[in-house]
């Protein structure tokens, strides 16, 4: 069973940065993908970033060139690096996995992500 727990949000100004932390237990890194999703109040979740099992990284628009999901494979730890971050950056982050073998696993929330953590909060002011 995949366990996913984030850690690392928080308070900050337009403009500083956070690293969000995720650890893992329970799943094969080959076959599960992970991502980063958020969802602001009165908004749906979105995609935030993805890392596949070769290690290659996709973003959505809003977030390239400042945010940086990556992985450390011995701790069992995803991580979002969040720079120069907006206002607009606000919500609850949630790191999800995603069995690649069954799903589509793309930068949708419902592309398969069938794990989630508990979320934490991200909140950024001007």
């Known amino acids: 069973q995949v366990q996913l727990v984030e850690s690392g949000g928080g308070s900050v100004q337009a403009g500083g940065s956070l690293r969000l932390s995720c650890a893992a237990t329970?799943?094969?890194?080959?076959?599960?993908?992970m991502g980063w999703f958020r969802q602001a109040p009165g908004k749906e979740r979105e995609g935030v970033a993805r890392?596949?099992?070769?290690?290659?990284?996709y973003y959505a628009d809003s977030v390239k060139g400042r945010f940086t999901i990556s992985r450390d494979n011995a701790k069992s730890t995803l991580y979002l690096q969040m720079n120069n971050l907006k206002p607009e950056d606000s919500a609850m982050y949630y790191c999800?996995?995603?069995?690649?073998?069954?799903?589509?696993?793309?930068?949708?929330?419902?592309?398969?992500?069938?794990?989630w953590g508990q979320g934490t909060q991200v909140t950024v002011s001007s």
């Open positions: 329970g799943y094969t890194r080959t076959r599960y993908w």
């Open positions: 890392i596949i099992s070769d290690s290659t990284t």
């Open positions: 999800a996995a995603c069995d690649s073998y069954a799903y589509v696993c793309s930068l949708s929330p419902n592309s398969g992500y069938g794990y």
